[in-house]
């Protein structure tokens, strides 16, 4: 998979949402939508909303391939399922801490997976 550059490093350092397109597992067509994330190092930290009933959740799981944008800096990246319920609760934290707990509270339903994004 390409390397980041830079200019996605940067931005995700500074912005709480990034677009990311997946391809679709019925359609194989590419999809994109906003979603919120934490970066920590290298590892981008996602967390579907409605957990594994999530529509894009479903298809980086037949298809790991992801694009990660950020305000006109792009890579894309091989993407890794988190379902082991610990690792999936410390995702969980990351993003109360970085979003708030209201807010993960008010639009997350489902916490039983999360994806990690090595964007390094």
């Given at each position: 998979?390409?390397?980041?550059?830079?200019?996605l490093?940067?931005?995700l350092?500074?912005?709480?949402?990034?677009?990311?397109s997946?391809?679709?597992?019925?359609?194989?067509?590419?999809?994109?939508?906003?979603?919120?994330?934490?970066?920590?190092?290298?590892?981008?930290?996602?967390?579907?909303?409605?957990?594994?009933?999530?529509?894009?959740?479903?298809?980086?799981?037949?298809?790991?391939?992801?694009?990660?944008?950020?305000?006109?800096?792009?890579?894309?990246?091989?993407?890794?399922?988190?379902?082991?319920?610990?690792?999936?609760?410390?995702?969980?934290?990351?993003?109360?801490?970085?979003?708030?707990?209201?807010?993960?509270?008010?639009?997350?339903?489902?916490?039983?997976?999360?994806?990690?994004?090595?964007?390094?």
């Open positions: 998979m390409a390397k980041t550059h830079g200019g490093r940067e931005r350092a500074r912005y709480r949402e990034i677009d990311i997946v391809t679709g597992r019925k359609s194989g067509k590419e999809s994109t939508r906003p979603v919120w994330f934490v970066l920590e190092g290298n590892t981008l930290y996602l967390l579907p909303v409605q957990g594994s009933d999530t529509e894009w959740f479903k298809n980086v799981q037949k298809n790991p391939r992801i694009k990660v944008s950020a305000r006109g800096e792009e890579g894309e990246f091989r993407s890794m399922v988190i379902t082991d319920p610990k690792a999936v609760t410390t995702v969980v934290e990351k993003f109360r801490e970085k979003h708030g707990a209201a807010d993960v509270k008010k639009y997350y339903s489902n916490f039983d997976v999360a994806v990690e994004v090595n964007v390094g």
